[in-house]
């Protein structure tokens, strides 16, 4: 069975500072993997995805993600935070033998200082 | 872009009632789901959907059920509202054959209170 792991329930960081959240799953073949933002009172919404090739994913909102098989990761970063950025994010696996159904981490929230 | 809606953002019901939540998709996608949402637990698989009339049990199923009759919609029913059902329900699509699209699309939510 496929699962995920956000190790950090919640983090706080100074705006311009540099941010990345940590994501772990279990899975035993190559994942899809994605990383969703929820604003308050919202739907999730779709930062970016690893499906193959390169390691290194580039999203939207100047995020990026790089997958590590190693590790079994999938670490969430960005270089430089907004106070837009505050808002809760989830890492999910998905099965490619199952396409379309994922399994969602616990989710951060992220606060982000004036 | 892909729409996700949701018939209601905010519901409330008494204990007892029948509950309808709707959802509507308008990209074609094949798979649809119904989580909800509690803080501290994530979300949570209800019921998903991979073809009209088709639909398989996700992790916490037990007082809800499901109807899919036509592809764009994706239905879920609380057939006995209870207090633990209060929660955020999300609604979400994903999928078109052959186009190595798998991530999903959420709607807004809706929030059921209970009472």
């Known amino acids: 069975a496929q699962s995920v792991t956000q190790p950090d329930i919640h983090i706080t960081v100074s705006e311009g500072a540099s941010l990345e959240l940590r994501c772990n799953y279990s899975?035993?073949?190559?994942?899809?993997l994605f990383w969703y933002v929820q604003s308050p009172g919202q739907g999730l919404q779709l930062l970016l995805k690893?499906?193959?090739?390169?390691?290194l994913v580039q999203g939207i909102k100047g995020f990026e993600a790089e997958f590590k098989r190693s590790q079994s990761s999938f670490n969430l970063r960005k270089p430089s935070v907004h106070w837009s950025d505050a808002a809760e994010y989830f890492c999910a696996v998905g099965a490619r033998t199952n396409a379309g159904k994922s399994t969602f981490g616990d989710g951060t929230t992220l606060t982000v200082k004036p | 872009d892909v729409k996700v809606t949701q018939s209601s953002r905010y519901l409330v019901k008494r204990t007892g009632e029948k509950v309808f939540l709707e959802c509507v998709q308008d990209m074609d996608h094949e798979n649809m789901f119904w989580y909800r949402q509690d803080p501290g637990l994530g979300l949570r698989l209800i019921y998903f959907s991979y073809d009209v009339k088709m639909k398989e049990k996700g992790d916490i199923p037990e007082g809800y059920s499901v109807s899919r009759e036509k592809k764009e919609r994706f239905s879920l029913i609380l057939e006995s509202a209870s207090t633990n059902q209060t929660s955020m329900y999300l609604c979400a699509s994903s999928f078109i054959p052959g186009a190595g699209s798998y991530e999903q699309y959420f709607g807004p939510g809706t929030r059921l209170t209970v009472t």
């Open positions: 690893y499906f193959s090739g390169d390691t």
């Open positions: 899975y035993g073949a190559t994942p899809y």
